[in-house]
């Protein structure tokens, strides 16, 4: 599946980037590609979260910029489709997600790229260092301490104190999971947890996947953060609850719509955080001389209703720690 939009900052769909428009451009309308791991109805929000921080800093559709935004599956091959089809028609691109920095970073050689909520891009080569991010790339991370993954381990481990064995679920090809289970497997032996992996490639994967957990005794999950269990957050979590296993998540997302508990940042703000290095680029500056940015804040997440569902009490401690208890 691929799909393109040509959104306006100021409402409206533009339903072509035909040549006579283009022609009408001044030069200094600059042409700027955004693909994402999704569909429009499932992540749609997070391109409007960079056309909107865009839109307040001066940005207007069909003035100083044309918008291309691409909706594609969340996996190497569609992504890198994708990227490869912009590329003609853009100045700047923005790639969201491990897989889509992964993709840019491969075949975006000849312009800049800006990545939002990429998983550790040192360790996985998108970046020479957070500081100094040379090339053509920097952006925001999801989270570049590999420890993340063992805090998110800790947190089922304190809701669930007797639990002892943990499903990983993780997506198929997706650097996060090298990046996540480096620091699972270091966690794991230190909170009496043996881990079991559970791999999909697509979401028709997940009743499988999720029967596999059943049979290896998983008594709880902890969900990789990813381009591909992003947009099935809610799917994940209907799963988990049927299955009876407690869910750790990275994205808010997924406990809204039923998870247990998430440990992430916002989607929503790193969207904002990558506009305004667009701009700066835009302006002039070279994205080697940008520092990769973190997340703003980690964020907790409960919900309490999912918690009574399992017949798990929260302990106090866990309930002020949360920003947010859903009930």
């Not at 897989?99 to 998108?126: C, Y």
């Not at 499988?208 to 005794?217: D, G, H, I, L, Y």
């Not at 953060?225 to 009876?244: E, F, S, V």
């Amino acid at each position: 599946m691929k799909r393109r939009e040509f959104n306006a900052l100021v409402g409206g769909v533009v339903v072509g980037w035909p040549l006579a428009v283009r022609a009408q451009q001044s030069a200094k309308t600059w042409r700027v590609g955004q693909v994402v791991g999704g569909t429009s109805e499932t992540v749609g929000h997070l391109a409007r979260s960079v056309e909107q921080r865009l839109g307040e800093l001066g940005y207007v559709q069909g003035k100083n910029l044309l918008l291309l935004n691409w909706y594609a599956m969340p996996q190497p091959a569609a992504m890198e489709d994708a990227i490869l089809s912009m590329m003609p028609d853009i100045d700047l691109l923005v790639a969201w997600g491990t897989i889509g920095g992964a993709a840019a970073k491969k075949l975006a050689l000849d312009i800049p790229v800006v990545f939002a909520s990429v998983g550790a891009p040192v360790d996985i080569g998108i970046v020479a260092s957070l500081s100094h991010p040379g090339g053509n790339m920097t952006g925001i991370t999801f989270e570049a301490a590999s420890e993340t993954y063992g805090r998110r381990l800790q947190l089922l481990k304190e809701i669930v104190p007797d639990v002892s064995r943990v499903a990983v679920l993780r997506a198929r090809g997706d650097p996060n999971a090298r990046f996540a289970m480096t620091s699972l497997e270091i966690s794991a032996p230190l909170l009496g947890i043996t881990l079991t992996v559970a791999e999909i490639g697509s979401a028709d994967e997940l009743t499988t996947a999720f029967a596999e957990m059943q049979r290896s005794k998983a008594e709880a999950l902890l969900v990789v953060a990813g381009a591909l269990t992003y947009p099935n957050g809610k799917m994940i979590a209907d799963l988990a609850l049927a299955h009876r296993l407690p869910s750790c998540h990275g994205f808010k997302e997924a406990v809204l719509a039923g998870g247990l508990i998430s440990l992430g940042p916002d989607l929503v703000v790193i969207g904002h955080q990558a506009a305004s290095y667009v701009d700066k680029i835009l302006r002039g500056a070279k994205p080697a001389e940008l520092p990769v940015q973190q997340p703003e804040r980690y964020e907790v997440h409960l919900n309490l209703k999912t918690a009574k569902a399992l017949g798990l009490t929260v302990p106090p401690a866990m309930l002020a720690l949360a920003d947010e208890v859903i009930e």
